[in-house]
């Protein structure tokens, strides 16, 4: 039997599936939305106190994920956001400018973008508020 290259991998062999339409529906579970992420696992009293103390508008629809959730679960018309994006990265909504130019050039949608990402992000921002000088993504 050949050595893995990964140092931290196993020696048990996944089982070949029985049948190909067994191997059908194990792809077709591999490839739903949410599947191999975390359950998101915090309270809905954390989630309100969120909101509060980063005064999210209510139109902006705001929502407690479902109970065993995923950041992948978001419904239609919503999108998941990391908490330390508020909490940790001071990010607001409406989006300044610079963090929507940001996105935009590096054809991103926020929820690609992780905390150490957006924390780059608005140091930059800061950093160069700080010397008097406006960001711009040229400069990024």
């Given at each position: 039997m050949?050595?893995?290259?990964?140092?931290?991998?196993?020696?048990?062999?996944?089982?070949e599936?029985?049948?190909?339409?067994?191997?059908?529906?194990?792809?077709?579970?591999?490839n739903?939305?949410?599947?191999?992420l975390l359950?998101?696992?915090?309270?809905?009293?954390s989630?309100?106190?969120?909101?509060?103390?980063?005064?999210?508008?209510p139109?902006?629809?705001a929502?407690?994920?479902?109970?065993?959730?995923?950041?992948?679960?978001?419904?239609?018309?919503?999108?998941?956001?990391?908490?330390?994006?508020?909490?940790?990265?001071?990010?607001?909504?409406?989006?300044?400018?610079?963090v929507?130019?940001?996105?935009?050039?590096?054809?991103?949608?926020?929820?690609?973008?992780?905390?150490?990402?957006?924390?780059?992000?608005?140091?930059f921002?800061?950093?160069?508020?700080?010397?008097?000088?406006?960001?711009i993504?040229?400069?990024?």
């Amino acid at each position: 039997m050949a050595e893995s290259s990964n140092p931290f991998s196993t020696s048990v062999e996944n089982p070949e599936p029985s049948s190909p339409v067994a191997a059908e529906e194990e792809e077709v579970e591999v490839n739903a939305p949410g599947k191999n992420l975390l359950v998101l696992r915090w309270s809905r009293s954390s989630f309100e106190m969120l909101m509060r103390d980063i005064q999210m508008p209510p139109e902006y629809g705001a929502t407690y994920p479902q109970e065993g959730g995923t950041a992948g679960d978001a419904p239609a018309g919503y999108v998941t956001m990391f908490t330390d994006f508020f909490r940790g990265c001071n990010l607001r909504l409406p989006l300044i400018v610079f963090v929507a130019d940001v996105l935009e050039y590096y054809k991103l949608h926020i929820f690609q973008l992780s905390p150490l990402g957006m924390i780059r992000v608005r140091n930059f921002e800061y950093t160069f508020h700080a010397l008097g000088i406006e960001p711009i993504v040229r400069d990024f």
